[in-house]
């Protein structure tokens, strides 16, 4: 190893000189086998840009690793010869070794040599032919370890492969998948092979690309099979996912009411998409992009990764320079009348998302929910409130392949549903039914807060009572300097305030001004009455949901605090500083919490005895 070779070796025949494309899917290590006593030179810039690849996580490099292995293999049994020859490349040069900069490198110490260059690169063997080096050229190797197309039937929708376990195909069509779970172990080394052959192909093959490929996780488009390998340490062992396509669908298979056509066809500009993972989401919005194509309608797409299979005609778009805010400027400048965005993670994809609608473009977005309304809600702290009617005019819930429901959105000023008085008339977005033309949810603020509340669907209180209150309470508590307010909202016009006796002068104020003005603030009226301080108050919780998270604004720091549903003790806790419980809903109390509350049933706590002395 060095700057210089080792020229006493024996030599059967003729130096060889590998690069990159040749080590990676173990085409040079069969190509050597037959000719033995030959002497390999692994060039330091080779070996250099490998290692780049392997410690970037590419798939690329750990399947190159194993090649270069077995040929160190082949020569302890004394096959063959190898030298390590000349100097590290420096940094910049392994960053550009897309542009050709370690081929070059590889090319000189061949013809330095007059060794044979061994490549299956057709722009690197042009380049030797023109330089006068000799070169091999090996074209792609038979394989004999199976294909990851190998494991699909004619209706798997996905193949999940994990290193020393049993291949699971998913069967089926959307709403009836079956998990079959195959009779055979899939090792380590197979899966490498699958690997690398994936990789490879995806470089080489038309149709295929290599989408994404990060330390540890590599994406892959081949042809219609969309791929994702991971390795550890982002995974704890090698595994390979393959999702395909199994149906392909025209808008007319959706039976879709005359109604709903006319509205996608002339007046729908803003449509989310929305359903749970494999609901057939993509199969839908393929056929509706391709029907929007058919009505001479310039269609083009935003995909990470892009594996949507719509026709020609349709341009797919990925994240330019890993940013899709990019790819919607370019967007803009092309003048398209639809575009479909496939599928929104993240604030700042909602964000593109909107910005493209509120340019006039007409967009189709979709989303993981598991309910229409969900949908909607995911924009909600992520564009301005007034906004998402705008940006979103048609929402298509699809379940099991199907479109079980389509919901409209409308921006009006209104009294909201479950308020009576008219001086509490807002801004208001209502939810409908498109079908049956009824409102569904309204969506307003409440104070600082956004609240979504169902509507002809509330059972026992409303559900604006507890948040009502709440605030009530904030108010109330600040006014007086104290914690001890307890509220109850009793109608959609009345409240009842128990403080501390000594309170009530100041609270009601010279000839009932104070009491006034706040009934004038809240829009109810307010009676109040004494709090008995001996014994414990139960008082409406508000409690927020986020980030699968239930927030139970206590008000008091620091407190032991009882929790109740329907009046009875379900678990006791203790307020954070800022007065806040918090629970997780993957938890087993913050799960049953959940449940509850999804449930309607009435959410209660009480500060624990030990803080009244």
């Known amino acids: 190893m060095g700057n210089y070779l080792n020229?006493?070796?024996?030599?059967?025949y003729v130096d060889y000189v590998p690069d990159t494309s040749v080590i990676i899917d173990g085409r040079f290590t069969s190509f050597i086998k037959d000719h033995e006593g030959s002497r390999v030179i692994l060039p330091e810039a080779m070996l250099a840009e490998?290692?780049?690849?392997?410690?970037?996580?590419r798939?690329?490099?750990f399947a190159a690793l194993e090649e270069l292995k077995r040929l160190r293999e082949l020569e302890n049994a004394g096959k063959i010869y190898i030298e390590i020859y000349g100097k590290r490349p420096q940094d910049w040069q392994i960053r550009r070794a897309h542009s050709g900069e370690i081929d070059n490198i590889i090319r000189d110490v061949a013809l330095e040599y007059n060794a044979t260059l061994v490549t299956g690169d057709n722009i690197q063997r042009d380049i030797a032919i023109i330089k006068g080096i000799n070169v091999?050229?090996?074209?792609?190797?038979?394989k004999e370890f199976k294909t990851i197309e190998e494991f699909f039937e004619e209706n798997t929708t996905s193949v999940h492969l994990k290193a020393n376990m049993k291949p699971l195909l998913k069967n089926g069509y959307p709403g009836s998948i079956v998990l079959e779970e195959l009779s055979y172990i899939v090792t380590k080394e197979e899966l490498e092979s699958i690997a690398s052959d994936i990789v490879k192909r995806g470089k080489f093959e038309d149709e295929s690309f290599i989408e994404m490929d990060m330390f540890g996780a590599t994406v892959i488009q081949l042809k219609n099979i969309r791929i994702v390998i991971t390795r550890p340490p982002f995974s704890d062992s090698l595994e390979i996912t393959a999702v395909r396509p199994v149906k392909k669908t025209t808008i007319s298979d959706y039976n879709i009411d005359k109604k709903l056509y006319e509205r996608l066809e002339n007046r729908a500009n803003g449509i989310l998409v929305a359903g749970s993972p494999g609901a057939g989401k993509s199969t839908f919005v393929t056929a509706l992009a391709e029907f929007y194509a058919s009505k001479k309608k310039i269609v083009k797409t935003m995909e990470k990764p892009r594996d949507l299979q719509v026709c020609d005609k349709i341009t797919q778009y990925t994240s330019l320079e890993g940013d899709m805010e990019k790819t919607g400027d370019i967007l803009l400048l092309v003048r398209e009348d639809y575009t479909v965005f496939d599928e929104m993670r993240v604030t700042s994809d909602?964000?593109?998302f909107a910005d493209l609608r509120l340019a006039g473009v007409g967009m189709i977005g979709v989303v993981h929910a598991t309910k229409a309304t969900d949908a909607i809600q995911r924009f909600i702290g992520r564009i301005e409130l007034?906004?998402?009617?705008?940006?979103?005019d048609t929402i298509l819930f699809i379940e099991s392949g199907k479109i079980s429901q389509v919901l409209t959105t409308e921006y009006v000023v209104k009294v909201p549903y479950g308020l009576n008085q008219e001086d509490l008339a807002r801004p208001v977005i209502v939810i409908k039914d498109f079908m049956k033309n009824k409102p569904v949810s309204e969506i307003y603020t409440f104070g600082d807060q956004v609240v979504v509340v169902p509507v002809g669907e509330v059972q026992g209180k409303n559900p604006l009572y507890s948040l009502a209150a709440g605030k009530i309470k904030d108010e109330i508590s600040k006014f007086l300097n104290t914690e001890k307010v307890s509220v109850d909202l009793i109608s959609d016009n009345r409240a009842i305030i128990k403080i501390p006796d000594t309170l009530i002068p100041k609270l009601i104020g010279k000839k009932g001004e104070t009491i006034s003005n706040f009934e004038n603030i809240f829009?109810?009226?307010?009676?109040?009455?004494?709090l008995d301080e001996d014994v414990n108050v139960l008082q409406d919780a508000v409690f927020e949901i986020k980030n699968k998270t239930i927030f139970i604004d206590i008000g008091s720091r620091n407190k032991p605090v009882k929790i109740y549903v329907d009046g009875i003790l379900i678990m006791q806790a203790r307020s954070s500083s800022k007065?806040?419980?918090?629970?997780?809903?993957?938890?087993?109390?913050?799960?049953?919490?959940?449940?509850y509350i999804k449930q309607g049933k009435k959410i209660q706590y009480m500060i624990s005895d030990d803080e009244k002395k």
Do not use: C, W
């Open 59 to 61: 798939s690329i490099g």
């Open 136 to 142: 091999e050229y090996l074209k792609s190797l038979e």
């Open 523 to 530: 829009g109810v009226k307010l009676d109040v009455d004494t």
């Open 579 to 595: 007065g806040m419980i918090k629970l997780r809903i993957n938890s087993d109390t913050g799960s049953s919490l959940y449940k």
């Open 386 to 392: 007034g906004l998402i009617p705008q940006v979103i």
């Open 50 to 57: 490998v290692e780049h690849q392997a410690n970037e996580g």
């Open 7 to 12: 020229n006493n070796i024996p030599l059967k």
């Open 350 to 352: 909602f964000k593109v």
